[in-house]
């Protein structure tokens, strides 16, 4: 371990000509990365989070080299081998056959000595997967752009990289952190049963964790529920409980305990939203930011596997103004649990799937995609989004580490184009919930954080997202 830390300590810093950029994997957003942030000759390529770093800027010359570490390197197709599967390298420039690159219109780059495209390999798409020389398929993990999120900058959040990628928030939601770098109000308000005060809890410094120590001492000695969580976007989206006088209607409805599930994040002590049958919130956002009609939008919450059930409708996103199940395409909003309307299922679930109003659905049919897959950890990222016209993704992940998992990207189901969202922002119940008048609320699920946001996010800024998860340290 000493010599290990000596080697880093003196490894150099490069820095990155203006002419290079980072090339970004089509499959996983992350970025062709010379290993180790070395120019030794040898060195095999793979795949990291982007960085900025000079080990991820690549410029493709006149002559059809591939450089990089400040030009001085030359990506080599590993000595002409005429086999598949060869590690792709990095050789000082030598105008060798091996080093003459050809970058082509579907994102392929391919070696000029034996016509092997650059691969990702495996299809895999976590960080430090190798980069080899592979016969062209035209497969995702063979295609590669220079669009990639800026790198997030420290106390960065996942707003901010939003941001930075073109798609900002226009509703940020959380019970355990700031999800931008400098918010500093309150994160949600509770109620204590004793003389029915209330009181927000915000951060503990800029960009921080929950203060759940100033919820302890308010909530000393009686019990509390959360009967707001505000909106950290600037848009004035908070979303309160169904049966609230600013959400009024089902008699139904009630705010979630404040106490039922705390946890560590950022290695101090939070609450999440512990939402039961019988509990929902709701905001009506449509002249706040909201995306509404066809218009693109993206959405991502953190969640749980441990806390679900098959009641309608554990969701997060864009609903009806009117409380009401008005038209397919009304809704856009994540839902995660174990419901399975139309049969076929694999697997007890619970599973990500798009609630677009009359339907809830794994892929882009009624019929169950292959590629879903359960997700019954403890902290479970999930992600949608919708260009409104004719595409839609479903992604979710492991919220404590690794990547995302592409488990739907393709066409809206038949009906659902254009979308007709309402522009209303649901957590923890179906669209139609809770209206006036009546309604049952029957689903369970666990919320920390989430988020809507106006334009349909890249690749490369859904696994910075992921990154920027993951590394707030959920336990």
């Not at 990089?68 to 005429?82: E, Q």
């Not at 034996?114 to 495996?122: E, H």
């Not at 999800?179 to 921080?208: C, E, H, W």
Request: with cysteine; net charge negative; glycine share 14%.
């Amino acid at each position: 371990m000493a010599l290990l830390a000596m080697v880093l300590a003196t490894a150099p810093t490069w820095s990155a000509p203006a002419s290079a950029t980072p090339l970004v994997s089509s499959a996983s957003g992350r970025c062709l990365d010379v290993k180790g942030n070395v120019d030794t000759s040898g060195t095999a390529l793979q795949i990291w989070t982007c960085n900025g770093q000079a080990n991820q800027a690549f410029e493709l010359t006149a002559a059809g080299e591939l450089r990089t570490m400040n030009g001085t390197r030359c990506v080599d197709a590993s000595d002409n081998r005429t086999a598949p599967g060869a590690p792709a390298v990095i050789r000082p420039c030598d105008g060798r056959a091996g080093q003459v690159w050809r970058e082509n219109g579907d994102g392929s780059v391919t070696a000029a000595s034996s016509g092997f495209c650059l691969d990702v390999s495996g299809a895999a798409t976590a960080d430090g997967t190798p980069v080899v020389l592979w016969t062209c398929n035209g497969q995702s993990n063979q295609k590669w752009s220079t669009a990639t999120t800026p790198p997030p900058q420290p106390g960065s959040g996942p707003c901010d990289l939003y941001a930075a990628g073109g798609t900002p928030c226009v509703a940020a939601h959380s019970t355990v952190r700031a999800l931008y770098g400098s918010y500093t109000g309150s994160l949600y308000q509770v109620r204590r049963a004793s003389d029915n005060a209330v009181k927000d809890i915000g951060v503990l410094a800029p960009g921080g964790f929950a203060d759940a120590a100033a919820q302890d001492a308010f909530c000393a000695g009686t019990s509390c529920v959360i009967t707001a969580v505000r909106d950290q976007s600037g848009h004035g989206n908070d979303l309160w409980y169904q049966g609230s006088a600013q959400v009024p209607g089902s008699s139904q409805s009630s705010p979630a305990k404040a106490t039922s599930e705390s946890l560590t994040a950022g290695g101090t002590k939070a609450y999440s939203l512990y939402i039961n049958p019988g509990n929902s919130y709701w905001r009506d956002g449509h002249l706040t930011g909201v995306p509404t009609g066809a218009a693109p939008e993206g959405a991502y919450m953190v969640t749980s596997g441990t806390h679900v059930n098959g009641g309608c409708c554990f969701d997060y996103g864009n609903s009806e103004t009117t409380r009401k199940a008005d038209a397919a395409g009304a809704m856009d909003a994540i839902n995660f649990g174990t419901e399975c309307w139309f049969g076929g299922c694999s697997g007890g679930g619970p599973w990500v799937q798009a609630d677009l109003e009359w339907g809830l659905y794994p892929g882009g049919s009624q019929s169950w995609n292959p590629n879903q897959r359960a997700f019954t950890g403890k902290f479970v990222t999930a992600m949608l989004k919708n260009n409104g016209t004719s595409r839609f993704a479903l992604k979710g992940g492991n919220a404590q580490s690794g990547s995302l998992t592409t488990l739907w990207d393709g066409g809206l189901p038949a009906g659902y184009s254009p979308m007709k969202k309402q522009g209303a922002i649901v957590l923890g119940s179906g669209g139609d919930c809770c209206k006036p008048g009546g309604g049952a609320n029957l689903s369970a699920g666990t919320f920390y954080e989430g988020a809507v946001v106006a334009g349909y996010p890249s690749d490369a800024t859904d696994s910075a997202v992921q990154a920027n998860i993951t590394a707030a340290g959920y336990r």
